[in-house]
């Protein structure tokens, strides 16, 4: 069993930014992939951003990618979304979730994600 909880989300103008934490607990974090995906409203879930057990492994999405940074501290249990130049476009509900049965790579499908936080919204403004 794996709790996540998101935050740092808000209300920002375009091509400011923002860094989104997301906080686990439950299983040793060291031991599995995380990644960030978001939810506009009308829209599929997508995935954003995703970090292997050790942060040496990183993959981001097209669209995010050379703006968004992911990163990881084990030591806090903690991962993170560093947002640059963020767009309009980038509004939406960002989820950070956790894939118990990979550690040395990371998935880019929702589908393989175990758990996942409750969300923290994202709202870029033009």
């Known amino acids: 069993q794996v709790q996540l909880v998101e935050s740092g989300g808000g209300l920002v103008q375009a091509g400011g930014s923002l860094r989104l934490s997301c906080a686990a607990s439950?299983?040793?974090?060291?031991?599995?992939?995380m990644g960030w995906f978001r939810q506009a409203p009308g829209k599929e879930r997508e995935f954003v951003a995703a970090?292997?057990?050790?942060?040496?492994?990183?993959y981001y999405a097209d669209s995010v990618k050379g703006r968004f940074t992911i990163s990881r501290d084990n030591a806090k249990n903690t991962v993170y979304l560093q947002m640059n130049s963020l767009k309009p476009e980038d509004t939406a509900v960002y989820y950070c979730?956790?894939?118990?049965?990979?550690?040395?790579?990371?998935?880019?499908?929702?589908?393989?994600?175990?758990?996942w936080g409750q969300g923290t919204q994202v709202t870029v403004s033009s």
């Open positions: 979730a956790a894939d118990l049965f990979v550690a040395t790579t990371a998935g880019t499908a929702a589908y393989e994600y175990d758990y």
């Open positions: 439950g299983r040793t974090f060291s031991s599995y992939a």
């Open positions: 970090i292997s057990w050790s942060g040496g492994s990183t």
